[in-house]
């Protein structure tokens, strides 16, 4: 070792102490014959004392060792911000390791250069206490829950990244293979069916911290490779599943939030959508849909003639200026919607606003009860098929409670969801799966799914914090009867099945057992810990919402030779994606 000590451990026990110290210069302060260097390793800061003949070359981010004695601070010079601030180290020999070329932006400030800057020098960025902070977070949060999946009996096992492409729901990242020309490789959407065929194999309890790749369209707070705690367990319940997933959360939170994760509530699907217009909703404050179909079911107002409708409350909102609701117009639109119908509540009761001249008498005199709403207040619509005006209104929940404040900082709220449709209608007809295709239907719809695909509903389950999704799982098919069915009700015929999915049926005439699963998205769950917005920050090397990578450029085109090699058809170069050198446009739009 070239250290005899870590910068960060050293205490006024240690004064007297010769000691041996490599890190990089974090500040430097002249003053007049003595150089004071805040010497900065992986275990924090103390401060060095250097010769200034000695320090006149040394920068910010110089690589240096030190050799010298630990004594404490004169009186009155105690920095109680440090852990070592009761002492300083009297540097007798200070080297440089390595010089540092002028930085691309302050590492020592909490003012941040923009994303785009930070993840081009990750590796400066990673220096900063934050960021390294939240790395050894998420290596906390690997650690802890390896501990709990041991103590349940599961087995880590680590499945393919190079398989065959099978619909997950997702575009796969496909790999060409050079010793067979014209086959190619998928990357995983997740390791789904293998582990399924590790339940047939009779391992019984599998789990892996997984590697999986989608092919999305690009969306905010999105990454094309992300994480999961991946697990399956043979001769369970969803209640079991449900219990292992809790167990993770409470021994995480317990050990990293200081928090004591309560028993954790169920709501069906239905019942979020209904309350709440999201199927992961936020219960950190109140607020709650009305729906209003049958009340306006007679109504003169063509916009509410609808399959549903719905309100929601901001209290008071009534008070906003008319720009304020010219935004909230601008905001819907924003999420694909024509606008956002409100009245305001005066404070006689009065309704005020667009709709109020356009619903009956009957409607007006009864709605202010009808929503729960007081003078002073905002209420705001929607409608239109049942679903897409639910999430309107959920969407516009949140962001009340986002302007009005309503959410305690610090506080923690979690909630299963379960009992999700089993099957969505596609734009020209046709029915896709809501979870995935091997999902299970409930019991009570195992036998007549067919008839009524719209109702079905499947054995699938959510994990919600805070109003996200940190964890989705399902009861399996392990009846390969029920598993055809299943394909036959999607469109997939027989002979189509057998070639997607052949290694896996031809599994299911061996006996396989009843087994669930779920997995946690480890992103996700670490940057609720760590108390971050976005997903990039908790990994080490983050790719923009694009899916370009700012650090090495990638993707990028390959050469002909390459492509030769591959056995890949020479193609024109695509065009710069968003954040790329040369490309037009605002570097990432997830910002």
Known sequence: MLRTHDAGTLRASDAGSPVTLAGWVARRRDHGGVVFVDLRDA??????????????????????????????????????????????????????????????????????????????????????????????????????????????????????????????????FLVPVRLQPGKWYALPQSPQLFKQLLMIGGLERYYQIARCFRDEDFRADRQPEFTQLDFEMSFVERDDVLAVVEDVVRALWRELASYDVPDIPRMTYREAMDRFGSDKPDLRFGIELTELTEYFARTPFRVFQAPYVGAIVMPGGGSQPRRAFDAWQDWARSRGHRGLAYVTVGEDGTLGGPVAKNISDAEREGLVAAVGAQPGDCVFFAAGPRRQAQELLGAARNEIARRLELIEPGSWSFLFVVDFPMFEETEDGSWTFTHHPFTSPTPEWRDRFEQDKGAALSDAYDLVCNGNELASGSVRIHDAALQERVFETLGMSREEARERFGFFLEAFAYGPPPHAGAALGWDRLTALLAGVESIREVIAFPKTGAGYDPLTGAPTPITDPQRKEAGIDAQPEEPALPGEPGAPGPSDPTR
Do not use: K, W
């Not at 401060?47 to 009155?76: D, S």
């Not at 601030?85 to 909490?110: H, K, Q, Y």
């Not at 880590?156 to 997702?170: D, I």
């Open 43 to 172: 275990s924090g800061y103390v401060q060095v004392v250097v010769r200034e003949e000695e320090a006149h070359a040394l920068r910010n981010e110089f690589c240096v060792l030190v050799t010298g004695e630990v004594r404490r601070r004169p009186e009155g010079n105690e920095n109680p911000e440090l852990p070592t601030g009761e002492i300083e180290v009297a540097a007798a020999e200070l080297r440089v390791l390595s010089p540092a070329a002028p930085l691309p932006f302050p590492i020592e400030t909490d003012q941040a250069a923009s994303d785009d800057v930070r993840y081009r020098y990750r590796y400066l960025d990673l220096r900063r206490q934050g960021p390294a902070r939240v790395v050894r977070l998420r290596s906390e949060v690997s650690r802890i829950a390896r501990g709990v999946m041991a103590g349940h009996g599961f087995v880590e096992v680590e499945t393919p990244t190079l398989t065959r492409s099978t619909p997950e729901g997702a575009r796969d």
